[in-house]
């Protein structure tokens, strides 16, 4: 059965609107490639290649194009072994909203 439409809207909506702070954990990332299903390599400010996962509220929700900016919570896989560096925990689709906060 489909998800309800209330809980996709809710979804965009999270994701059109910037935080006022990013937590200490978050970090803001740019697309670099999809490497597979729900993969993405993503790249820090720094020039450092991660490895992230499309977090499953987003999952055939919201579409990331190569380029885009993205938030990666580099803490919530910290406790598995495994490849991945991140989850993705946003996806900025008002890039012009976002510049406007101190974090970009």
Do not use: C
């Not at 006022?20 to 490639?33: D, I, T």
């Not at 993205?70 to 598995?80: C, E, Y």
């Amino acid at each position: 059965m489909p998800r309800p439409k209330r809980n996709l809207l809710a979804t965009l909506e999270d994701a059109l609107t910037p935080p006022e702070r990013l937590p200490e954990n978050h970090v803001l990332v740019r697309v670099v490639k999809a490497a597979g299903s729900n993969l993405y390599n993503v790249e820090q400010p720094d020039g450092k290649p991660l490895l992230a996962e499309l977090e499953a509220k987003f999952r055939s929700t919201i579409w990331i194009k190569r380029s885009g900016y993205v938030v990666v919570d580099t803490g919530a896989l910290a406790d598995r072994a495994n490849k991945l560096d991140g989850e993705i925990v946003n996806v900025v689709s008002d890039e012009k909203a976002w510049r406007k906060m101190p974090y970009w």
